[in-house]
Every structure is written in C-alpha cells, then in structure tokens.
C-alpha cells in the first residue's frame, strides 16, 4: 500500500518528467526539428559502434521499422543524417549523423544537460521520497 506521501511523490516526479519533455519539444521545435528528429539524432550520436541500424533506432524509439525508415528518409532529405553500407559487412546500413546534424544535436544537448542540472536537486528530492 502506498501512503498519501508517496502518491504526491509520484504525482510530483511524473510532474516535472512532463515539464523536462515539454522543454525537450519546444527546444526542438525551435531548432527547426521535431521531438522525433531529436530523439534519433541523440540516439545515433549515442550509440556504440559503427553507426546505428535502422532495427536498432527503432528499439531505441520505440517505434516500428518502417516507421523509422520514413523518418530517417525525411532526415537525410534535411541533411541531418546518412545512410552508410558497412564495410564489415555490406548488407548492413549505418545511419551516421552529418555535420549540419551534429551542429543542431550540439546546441540542443548542451541546452537539455543544463536543464538536467538544473532538475538535478528536484528529481534527487522526489526520487529520494520514493524510498
């Protein structure tokens, strides 16, 4: 059973997990891209490797193959992203991020860390109220 104290924790942390995604839209809205270009700009520039698959974005957005495929297909018509074949292994495409792409991921992971820090004290609070 959870106490009264717990639920407004809770209440209190999806709370500011709402606010901290808003900030993330309206971030990406202004740099001219959507919630879903940032997510797989991150995502890419995150990964481990030589470059991310197009199976392996969609895990990461949760989202279905062909549905990143017609993403990644907008974002590399927006010169954000690439496809490239591997070398290891040519029937394996690498999404690689191009420099206009890293440019705007720059900005907006720097503007999204200093958020976090600012949260930092918050967050800590409510998820230390949890137990």
Do not use: C, N, W
Not at 8 to 37: C, I, K, M, P, T
Not at 55 to 83: C, F, N, Q, Y
């Amino acid at each position: 059973m959870l106490t009264d104290a717990e639920y407004q924790a809770l209440a209190d942390f999806r709370f500011a997990l709402r606010g901290f995604y808003a900030f993330s839209e309206a971030q990406a809205a202004a740099a001219g891209l959507s919630a879903q270009q940032h997510q797989a700009l991150l995502a890419i520039r995150g990964s481990r490797g030589e470059g991310m698959a197009i199976g392996d974005l969609a895990d990461r957005l949760a989202l279905k193959p062909h549905t990143v495929s017609e993403l990644i297909d907008r974002m590399a018509a927006a010169g954000l992203v690439e496809r490239q074949r591997s070398a290891a292994d040519r029937r394996r495409v690498a999404l690689t991020i191009t420099p206009r792409g890293e440019k705007l991921l720059g900005a907006l992971s720097a503007a999204h860390r200093d958020e976090l820090r600012r949260m930092r004290p918050l967050l800590i609070e409510l998820l230390a109220s949890l137990g």
